[in-house]
């Protein structure tokens, strides 16, 4: 049987099947990968475009390890190989599921990289329906032996709310469009295996959403990259870290004047005391609930829920005594 492939008119290919991670993540340097659109948009609770700058011009490489990543590596094969029978039981479709062991890059814009998990193609014509509103559905339509992408996730049932009711987590449709722009694929499904129970996200190509994409890495690539232009900082704990990192000691005697930032100090001062005046109140709303519920464990304010119940607590070398959590719902 024929392997399936993308469209390579559109791509160079270079073979990571035999890449060490440390080989691997100095490839993806060379341009923007599917898993940094995201952070790009403003969309990533893992990375900023500041952060991602950083690490471009960077000669370091970074091999970030934890278990969550090591078994996402050690289960990726495994969730390609049950998808197939897991989606023909659920569908009454057969389709192909094979690994892609390529890192693609754009012809057209060779910044931008694809590393995708695998390619699907169903074996019949595939007519389903999604849910895109509370009472609204759409019909979609894979005709048999049409290529598509294949990125595969995992999670714990901390995410699962992440995942409800065909929702899709924003970064990860991102991810998808950014691949479909290099790869040139009409669709991707996004196969995650969530606490135990492995559940797909079909997500078709939206010519939108790539041009938005291409022009934002664009940008970020001759603005930033090439001409070695930091981008601001967006406000994310992250970029705090990569700016005391990259200004870790201060030159002792050295000044600088920023009266050209006045509007801006004055405006940090503002929030701050806006802040201060905002948290009173919030702690005044909280205290009136505690008088309001006495010893009652949940009160409903409408179909919202207030609990204040005990909660024992503790940190790595103290056990405290269990208290008493309010949480408004």
């Known amino acids: 049987m024929k392997k399936l492939t993308t469209d390579l008119s559109l791509v160079t290919l270079e073979d990571v099947s035999g890449l060490s991670t440390e080989d691997w993540l100095k490839m993806r340097k060379k341009g923007i990968g599917g898993s940094e659109v995201a952070a790009l948009l403003g969309k990533s609770n893992y990375a900023s475009p500041l952060s991602i700058y950083m690490d471009k011009l ?11 990543l090591e078994w996402g590596k050690t289960l990726e094969p495994i969730i390609r190989e049950k998808f197939p029978a897991k989606f023909k039981k659920f569908t009454g479709v057969d389709i192909r599921a094979e690994e892609y062991p390529f890192l693609m890059r754009s012809i057209e814009d060779p910044y931008m990289l694809a590393d995708i998990d695998g390619l699907v193609e169903p074996q019949q014509d595939y007519k389903f329906s999604l849910q895109v509103g ?12 049409l290529t598509g992408g294949m990125e595969i996730k995992t999670g714990s049932g901390f995410t699962a709310k992440n995942w409800k009711e065909n929702s899709l987590p924003d970064n990860y449709f991102l991810q998808t469009q950014h691949y479909m722009k290099v790869t040139g694929l009409p669709y991707f499904f996004v196969v995650a295996l969530i606490d135990k129970s492995l559940l797909w996200r079909y997500v078709p190509r939206d010519e939108e959403i790539i041009a938005i994409i291409r022009d934002r890495v664009n940008r970020f690539w ?30 002792q005697g050295k000044f600088l004047d920023l009266s050209i930032m006045s509007d801006k100090r004055i405006r940090y001062k503002s929030i701050a005391e806006e802040m201060k005046i905002l948290k009173t109140e919030q702690d005044t709303i ?21 609990s204040w119940k005990m909660q024992a607590g503790s940190t790595y070398t103290v056990t405290r005594q269990p208290q008493r959590v309010m949480r408004i719902g």
């Open 134 to 145: 509370d009472d609204e559905w759409e019909e979609y339509f894979i005709p048999a032996g």
């Open 222 to 251: 001759t603005e930033n990259i090439l001409a070695k232009n930091p981008p601001a900082p967006i406000g994310s704990d992250i970029d705090t870290d990569v700016l005391k990192l990259l200004y870790s000691q201060e030159e």
């Open 58 to 68: 960077s000669d370091e490489v970074h091999e970030e390890e934890n278990d969550f």
């Open 286 to 306: 909280k205290q009136e609930f505690m008088a309001a519920m006495k010893d009652a464990e949940i009160a409903f304010v409408g179909d919202k829920k207030v």
